[in-house]
Every structure is written in structure tokens, then in C-alpha cells.
């Protein structure tokens, strides 16, 4: 299939450069042969001596790729051809249309193996990888500097260019076990490493995934506000700032609607439900009217929260399942 040039602005009808004041009448151009004067493709004029600006299209739609020659000139209507114009066209080949599937990624370091023989990082069908993520196996990898190789090959085994990238081998540090937690909250400036609340691990571990859940959840969280959460271990190496991020439910049947935890009644007058429909753990904070803390404890699948002879009013209540997200609600006790 070939690419033509249509609407080819530059071959105007210079009737500019003619020393005539005839007005001119029609023109004609040709393609690469010039059958001679009047015998050519024909185009229209405006009636006046002067019309510049007139575009042209020139269909170039059967020629062979290449450069071809386009001539043009014009007539007036005293019967004077203008001198002959002429400009150039190419012709390109249209590129096939790549298959609509993508089977395979492969990839290397440094040194290719060959087509086919490379490390399988994905199978399966796409019609674009651009989405394709995988974690490339660099267990044998040298430290320091090298480069990875990434290619994908189509159901009818056509294969693509061959990217690359520089990736940073480097040797894992022994994990150390962790004696500090510290926390602070945004909006609010970071007060710096080692300055923020403090929180002792008493059984320091390399992990502690769930000792998050022991930070502290002020009253003056809203929606959107963050609790950063860092770790410090036993030889003085922090961990990157972690955050929870607070979220607001407008009430009790979103945040069961929403997020499988549930905590009934409400309003209510002497303590409330609560329930995660998964059983995972659930850790309950509870600010009364006052803005005093009446309970924080973790729970775990369905369980009563005694609150009888506490002031009636409107409760502010954390609950905490995901490591990354703490839920506020208000209950009110009638």
C-alpha cells in the first residue's frame, strides 16, 4: 500500500511572475511527463491577473515510491501559457499494521543470548505491553552498573525492537531488628528523625507489620489528614516515611457498605457493635462529646463496646484495619 501526497500547498499558480495583465482563465499540471502544452490535467482559475494563494491538490494515489516531479503552469485569456513550474513530491511506503497481539517479553543483562533464549517475563495476549510489568530476576547479577534488555515477540513470531535500561545492583544490608517507631501527622511539618512521637517496641523483631496499630490517633484527625509512621533498628538505620491516610464516612452504613466494617446501633444509648465481616483484626478508638479518650482497644470479629454512664452527645470514632488507612465516623449516644 502506498502514501500519497494530497493538497500539495506549494504548487501555486504563479501567475505573479508572468509579465501579463490578462486575466487568467485555467491551468494544467503534470507528473513526471509532460504531454505538452494544453494536453495535461486541467485545473480552474479565478478570472484575474493575479491569484495568488490558489492551492492544488495533486493526487499522487498509483505511483511507485520515490521522488516525483510535478510541473505546473497557467493560462490567460489573451492564449498566453505561463513558463512551466516545477516542484518536487515523494511517495512512501505506508508501514504494515503491526499484529494486535503480543504473546511474549523477554529479557536479559548485559550480554543477549539470542532471540527466543532470553528470560521469559510475561506470556499471554495484549495489544500493547506498554502496561506489562514484571520483576526481572537479578539474583545472579554482578554489583554495581548494568544494563537490562527487554523485547516482546508477537503470536506469529515477529519480534520487536529491543529496549534497555541501566539497573543498580546492590548488596542487601543484614536486616537489624527494629526498637523504634516514631510517628507525626500531616498537614504539619516533619519535626526530623528522632524528634517525632516516640514509641518503644518492646519485643524488637525484624517485621512488625502490626505494630502500627499502637500509634496514637488524635482527635483532631480529619479526612485526609495522614499519620507518617518510620521505623529506627537496633544498629540506627531508619526506614523510609510510611503513611496512613485518614478517611471519612458520612456514616455507619457507608463505612459497612464500603469497607465490611460494621457498628450498630446509632445512635445509640448504651454501647454499640462493631464488626469486620472478614475477621480481621479491628482496632477501635473513641473520643467522647468532651474530647476525652473512652476506649481504644483492638477487636476482633464481632464484639460489645460497653459505653453505659458516659455523657450523651456526639462520639468521634476511629476504627483501624488497614495498615495504610484509619476510617472516621461520628455515633452519637442518645
Not at 495583465?21 to 478570472?47: C, H, K
Not at 505546473?72 to 511517495?91: E, I, M, Q
Not at 513470531?157 to 541501566?166: E, K, P, S, Y
Amino acid at each position: 500500500m502506498l502514501r500519497w501526497t494530497i493538497g500539495i500547498t506549494f504548487l501555486l499558480a504563479l501567475c505573479q511572475a508572468q509579465a501579463q495583465t490578462a486575466s487568467m482563465v485555467r491551468g494544467e499540471y503534470w507528473i513526471d511527463q509532460d504531454l505538452g502544452i494544453g494536453l495535461n490535467i486541467p485545473f480552474s482559475l479565478a478570472d484575474d491577473p493575479d491569484v495568488p494563494g490558489v492551492q492544488l491538490p495533486v493526487s499522487l494515489a498509483g505511483y511507485s515510491p520515490g521522488v516525483h516531479t510535478i510541473g505546473l503552469r497557467t493560462l490567460d485569456a489573451d492564449g498566453h501559457w505561463s513558463p512551466t513550474n516545477f516542484s518536487k513530491a515523494v511517495v512512501i511506503e505506508v508501514p504494515p499494521v503491526p499484529p494486535s497481539d503480543l504473546s511474549e517479553t523477554e529479557y536479559f543483562l548485559n550480554e543477549d543470548p539470542g532471540f527466543g533464549n532470553a528470560l521469559t517475563a510475561w506470556t499471554g495476549s495484549t495489544a500493547d505491553a506498554v502496561d506489562v510489568m514484571f520483576n526481572p530476576d537479578l539474583s545472579n547479577a554482578a554489583t554495581g552498573v548494568s544494563t537490562l534488555f527487554v523485547r516482546t515477540r508477537t503470536s506469529d513470531g515477529v519480534w520487536g525492537l529491543t529496549n534497555h535500561r541501566a539497573v543498580v545492583v546492590i548488596e542487601p544490608e543484614e536486616p537489624s531488628d527494629i526498637v523504634r517507631i516514631e510517628t507525626f501527622g500531616l498537614p504539619g511539618p516533619d519535626p526530623g528523625f528522632g524528634a517525632a512521637d516516640q514509641h518503644v517496641v518492646s519485643t524488637p523483631a525484624t517485621d512488625l507489620a502490626e505494630h502500627v496499630f499502637d500509634a496514637p490517633v488524635p482527635l483532631n484527625f480529619n479526612i485526609y489528614d495522614t499519620l507518617m509512621v518510620r521505623a529506627l533498628d537496633l544498629v540506627g538505620r531508619w526506614s523510609l516515611t510510611n503513611r496512613v491516610i485518614v478517611d471519612g464516612s458520612t456514616s455507619a452504613e457507608e463505612l459497612s457498605a464500603a469497607f465490611a466494617i460494621s457498628t450498630y446501633p446509632n445512635p445509640f444509648t448504651e454501647g454499640i457493635t462493631v464488626r469486620t465481616d472478614d475477621d480481621k483484626p479491628l482496632r477501635v478508638v473513641l473520643y467522647d462529646p468532651q474530647g476525652k479518650l473512652v476506649h481504644d482497644k483492638v477487636r476482633n470479629g464481632e464484639s460489645y463496646i460497653d459505653l453505659h454512664g458516659l455523657a450523651s452527645g456526639t462520639y468521634t470514632a476511629f476504627f483501624w484495619k488497614e495498615p495504610e488507612r484509619i476510617h472516621r465516623v461520628q455515633l452519637v449516644k442518645q
